[in-house]
T-cell receptor, first 111, second 113 residues
Framework: GENVEQHPSTLSVQEGDSAVIKCTYSDSASNYFPWYKQELGKRPQLIIDIRSNVGEKKDQRIAVTLNKTAKHFSLHITETQPEDSAVYFCAASTGANNLFFGTGTRLTVIP | DVKVTQSSRYLVKRTGEKVFLECVQDMDHENMFWYRQDPGLGLRLIYFSYDVKMKEKGDIPEGYSVSREKKERFSLILESASTNQTSMYLC????????????FGPGTRLTVT
């Protein structure tokens, strides 16, 4: 089955700096890559996703890039704010009903 | 708004007890999932169901079973709880393929002593 690896496991940045979280996947049939954000004590929520026919997608301060050849995708957060502090999960899907999640990155934005 | 609820936020059980965790969604979603969340291990799929009375094993089904008698309700059962099942359990539902999104419940933190 699909194996998704995520790095780093923890990340601390100063407020206003950028943060990058990287994921790799193993199954070349995967074609959908969402990112979920889980704030402390809350449920994971979808923040952005990308499909395999697109190389980059932006939504305000967050962007996701996908390199199908290398089988990796990344989440970029610019101008980080304290409310960006959370655990971020990447995931991959082959188009079926399941998602295969990475192990998560705890992002701390230091004011 | 999609609402996914779980029967308990916190639960403490003793080793060997039978434990039921319930999940209910109100959006007529076809698919429902049970995940286990542990630090450093992310979200690991225990079981999922794509229809009433249907179930599929996920990555870590050992020690667990599930029941889906009604479309809106998906139960996770620990037949004989063990200390290594102490964890956060998250339920999710989705209307179809993964691209339509998964909607999570608030989680149940289970402690087995």
């Amino acid at each position: 089955g699909e194996n998704v690896e995520q790095h780093p496991s923890t990340l601390s940045v100063q407020e206003g700096d950028s943060a990058v979280i990287k994921c790799t996947y193993s199954d070349s049939a995967s074609n959908y890559f969402p990112w979920y954000k889980q704030e402390l004590g809350k449920r994971p929520q979808l923040i952005i996703d990308i499909r395999s026919n697109v190389g980059e997608k932006k939504d305000q301060r967050i962007a996701v890039t996908l390199n199908k050849t290398a089988k990796h995708f990344s989440l970029h957060i610019t101008e980080t704010q304290p409310e960006d502090s959370a655990v971020y999960f990447c995931a991959a899907s082959t188009g079926a009903n399941n998602l295969f999640f990475g192990t998560g990155t705890r992002l701390t934005v230091i004011p | 708004d999609v609402k996914v609820t779980q029967s308990s936020r916190y639960l403490v059980k003793r080793t060997g007890e039978k434990v039921f965790l319930e999940c209910v969604q109100d959006m007529d979603h076809e698919n429902m999932f049970w995940y286990r969340q542990d630090p450093g291990l992310g979200l690991r799929l225990i079981y999922f169901s794509y229809d009433v009375k249907m179930k599929e094993k996920g990555d870590i089904p050992e020690g667990y079973s599930v029941s889906r008698e009604k479309k809106e309700r998906f139960s996770l059962i620990l037949e004989s709880a063990s200390t290594n099942q102490t964890s956060m359990y998250l339920c999710a539902s989705s209307p179809g393929t993964a691209e339509l999104g998964q909607y999570f419940g608030p989680g149940t933190r289970l402690t087995v002593t």
